[in-house]
């Protein structure tokens, strides 16, 4: 693409080495074919790893999962947290599964049992949950839910009043999503491709869950689903793909967040998390 003070520019999704190291990464993982940190030494455990033949990402289908301990890089501290990634279901939501949720990128685990509630144990995570009625190309819904440090066990980021985030469809192919936590502001934030941001602020009195002991996860609530693998009852399991994950904890104003989601997002194509972007 050319050079900008020398630094060359790659285009940040498939095809592509991912994204490179520059200002802003804490880590970053490409999944070009195995589970390292293009931006230091964060590299992943990966269990029963998977990857695509033809853009180079994660291929996860109820038995791949990736696991970074514990560290700073992934908390919400007091700088704050934002994360993004490419997502992309191939297949649709099975109907006869029991409600419940599977982790796509968390430092927390969400149980799903009876009338006991949805109980969150850790930070922070996106979690994929499924529908009993589900449309043709339905693929399930996305939450975004964060730990406050007391009297609510978990807060979302919701559209219209729902506390999921984004349907997932097939037809949808890959989808970008940008999400970060602000201390300072007490919101959390979730923006899909290049659409309006949704936020959500902190109860009254109640600040982030600043750190834990839990390891992020990429495709897995750890002891209870892990992502495609429907979790619960004999039902086939669905395939996920994840490409270009990465970290920072840098965060700024919303007004300068959300130009940093769309230069990555960069219409589509996706673009490097470069240092004149980010």
Known sequence: MGHSSGVRLLIFKKNNPGCPCCNCPCACYPFDGDSTDSAGSKHLTAVNELYTSDDGAAKMAGSTYFKGDDHKCYEIGTEGLAFWFWLKPETECGTTAAPHFEGVVTKSTVNLSGGAGNLLDGEWGVYWHNSTSPGTGFAGILYFVAKPTGGIDYITVGQGGALWFHGLNTSDGWTFFFLWMSPDERKMYAIVNN????????????????????????????????????????????????????????????????????????????????????
């Open 195 to 278: 659409n309006s941001t949704l936020e959500e602020s902190l109860p009254a009195g109640q600040s982030f869950t600043a750190s834990g002991t839990n390891d992020m996860y990429v495709g897995n609530n750890e002891g209870y689903a892990i992502l495609g693998s429907q979790a619960i009852g004999t039902v086939t399991n669905r395939t996920f793909n994840m490409d270009n994950l990465g970290f920072c904890k840098e965060i700024g104003t919303k007004a300068e967040m959300e130009a940093r989601a769309t230069k990555l997002y960069n219409n589509g194509s996706g673009l490097a998390c470069n240092k004149a972007g980010l």
